[in-house]
C-alpha cells in the first residue's frame, strides 16, 4: 500500500508526451487540490522533444497547431510536472524499473504506425503508408531524411483528416510552406517533387466522409491549386439527407464540396497542380508496371477501384464497376495502429491496450494493480483533441478511485530515478533542456527570415543527436 502522507506525494509516471500524457498529466496535478492527495509526476518520452503527435503527426500549415503547442507549453511549464526525454521505455528503462521507482503508471504512447490495407500490390515500390510519410515531411528524428518524390500522379487513400494532410503536402507549392516550421531538408526535396495531380478516395459518399470543416476548407487555402470533382461521385441517399439536416457539420462539409463543384464550372485558367476529391471508390488493387518485355517491374503504374453506391441506410455496396487511374504512387491513410509496450497486454485487432475505462487489464480481465492507459493507446485512433480530455478525465478518475490501493515503489525517492538513467548512460533531456531547443528552433527562424524571402517563426531540428546536443548543453 502506498503511505498516503504528505512526506510521501504518490509517484506516477506519465509514457508519452504528446497531449494525452501532458492532459493526464496536468489533471492529475491539479487533482491535488480537491483531494489533498499529494503527488509527484514524471512525464517520460522516447524523443528528446515533447508534445508527440503535435510535433510529429500533423501537417506543418496546419492552423491549430500554434494554439495547442501554447496551451501544452502552459502545463508544462508551471514547474509541477518534471519531463523526461529521450528515454524509451523497454529499452532505457524497463517496466520493472518503473514500477520500483512509481506507485503508478499511466501509458499514454499513442498510434504512430499505419493501418494494414490488405489488397494485391500494396507491397509494390511506390506504395506507402500515409503515417510514414508524414513523420518524414515533420522531421521524426527516426525516419529517413530522404523521401521518394518521383510521381506526377498520385493517389491517397482514405476520407479522413490524415488523407487532406498528405494530399495537401504533396500537391502544394513548396514556398507556400516556408511560414512553417518545416525543415530545411524537407522544403528541399518538396521543391524538386514533379506532383501535379493528386487524387483523394473515399469509399463513401460526401455526407459520410470523417473530415471535419475546418480540415476540409483547408484545401482551398493552397495558392496555385485547382480542387476537382466529378458531378457523378455526388450521390446522396435518405441516410445522407438525414445526416445533413441533423449534423451542422455534415451540412457545411457537403456544402463545401458542392460549391466547389459548381465553381470549378466558372474557372477560365487552369492552375499547374491539381487536386482531385472522389468519392464511392472501394480499392482492389494496386497494379504493377511492365517494361517493354512486358516483365514486371515491381513499381506502382496505377490503381483499381470499384465503383461503390449508397445502399440507402449510409452504407455502400460494390456495383460491379472497375475503374483504374493511372498513378506513380500511392499512399494509404486508412487509419492509425498502436504499438505494443513490452510487458503490457495488448489487443493486437484494435491496436490497443487491453484495458477497461483505462485501466489497463490482465489476461483474466483483471485489473493490474497501478497500471493505466490513455489517449489513442486507450481507445484507439479516432477523435479529436477534446476526446483526449476526455479520455485523461477517466484514465486519472480511476487511478484516484484506486489510490490507497496502489502498489508502494520500493525507491520512490525522485532522485533515484535520474540516477538510475545515470548509470546507465541515458542522455535524458528536460524541460529545460526543451526550452533551450526551442530557443535554438526559434533563432534558426530568425536567421531563415534574414535570409529571406519570406519570414519564418521557427525551422524544426531534425537529428536526434543534435537534439539532445542542444538540450543538454551548459
Known sequence: MTDQTPQRPVRV???????????ASDILAKSQKKSDIPVSIDLFDRYPAPFGLIRYGVAPDHPRIK????ALHKVMDRGDIRLLGNVEIGVDLTLEDLRRHYDAVVFATGAIRDASLDIPGIDLEGSFGAADFVSWYDGHPDYPRDWPLEAEQIAVIGNGNVSLDVARMLAKHPEDLLTTEIPETVHRQLEDSPARDVHIFGRRGPAQVKFTPLELRELSHAPGVDIVLDEEDFEFDEASDEAIKSNNQVKTMVNTLTNWLVEQEERTEEASRKLHLHFLHQPVEILEGTDAQGRGTGRVAGIRF?????DGSGGVRGTGQFLDYPVQAVYRAVGYYGTEVPGIPFDARRGVITNEAGRVLDESGEHIPGTYATGWIKRGPVGL??????????TIGCLLEDVHQLPAAEEPDEASVLELLDSRGVEYTTWEGWLKLDGHEVSLGEQATAQGPVERERVKVVPREEMVRISRQG
Open 13 to 23: 509516471a506519465v509514457v508519452g508526451a504528446g497531449p494525452a500524457g501532458v492532459y
Open 385 to 394: 483533441i477534446g476526446h483526449t480530455k476526455g479520455d485523461a478525465l477517466e
Open 306 to 310: 470499384e465503383r461503390m453506391e449508397l
Open 67 to 70: 494554439g495547442i503547442v501554447k
